[in-house]
T-cell receptor, first 116, second 119 residues
Framework: AQSVTQLGSHVSVSEGALVLLRCNYS??????LFWYVQYPNQGLQLLLK??????LVKGINGFEAEFKKSETSFHLTKPSAHMSDAAEYFC??????????????FGQGTTLQVKP | NAGVTQTPKFRVLKTGQSMTLLCAQD?????MYWYRQDPGMGLRLIHY???????AKGEVPDGYNVSRLKKQNFLLGLESAAPSQTSVYFC??????????????????FGPGTRLTVL
């Protein structure tokens, strides 16, 4: 069965610093992976996705993630944090074992704080 | 397109009361989902539907019922609300997208959420 682990429930960075949010997955088959962002009092919005094409995936708002099969990781990065990046971030993997119900398995989430 | 909409945005119930949350999508998606979000627990799937007239249990279905009478709507019902059901509820929809030869993935689109408090 697939699973997702996000390392660190809270990450704090200074404005302009590198953002690194960690996500490790467990899957017996090549996975489809997603990063979602949730701004305060809003729903989840897709940042980027990995669907077995390029291993380095670029998303919205300057974020990118690299799929590393050997490390079973899909970490999210942004070179320079902006105050508007403060939000909760979720990593998710497709639940392929459920015969295409489209279900996703979510990590516990990481809250990103950006300090001025 | 409005995408995924949820009604109501906020609700306060007393223990034992019932209510229905409505989710609507205008993207002609086959699949729809109801989640609850609680602090430190991420999103947990309550029920889902892979098409009109079909529903299935997710990870935490107890105390909830759902119906999908129309493709664009997915209703979540609480027959007898309990304080443990205080949460933020999200609806999502998706449709298969081609990822390769005979390979598909699903990108879920989320509604804005309903904040429910049960006293």
């Amino acid at each position: 069965a697939q699973s997702v682990t996000q390392l660190g429930s809270h990450v704090s960075v200074s404005e302009g610093a590198l953002v690194l949010l960690r996500c490790n997955y467990s899957s017996s088959v090549p996975p489809y992976l997603f990063w979602y962002v949730q701004y305060p009092n809003q729903g989840l919005q897709l940042l980027l996705k990995y669907t077995s094409a390029a291993t380095l995936v670029k998303g919205i708002n300057g974020f990118e993630a690299e799929f590393k099969k050997s490390e079973t990781s899909f970490h999210l990065t942004k070179p320079s944090a902006h105050m508007s990046d403060a939000a909760e971030y979720f990593c998710a993997v497709s639940d392929i074992g459920s015969s295409n119900t489209g279900k996703l398995i979510f990590g516990q989430g990481t809250t990103l704080q950006v300090k001025p | 397109n409005a995408g995924v909409t949820q009604t109501p945005k906020f609700r306060v119930l007393k223990t034992g009361q019932s209510m229905t949350l409505l989710c609507a999508q205008d993207m002609n998606h086959e699949y729809m989902y109801w989640y609850r979000q609680d602090p430190g627990m991420g999103l947990r799937l309550i029920h889902y539907s892979v098409g009109e007239g079909t529903t299935a249990k997710g990870e935490v279905p107890d105390g909830y019922n759902v119906s999908r009478l129309k493709k664009q709507n997915f209703l979540l019902g609480l027959e007898s609300a309990a304080p443990s059901q205080t949460s933020v509820y999200f609806c999502a929809s998706s449709a298969p997208r081609l990822a390769g030869v005979l390979k598909y993935y699903n990108e879920q689109f989320f509604g804005p959420g309903t904040r429910l408090t049960v006293l």
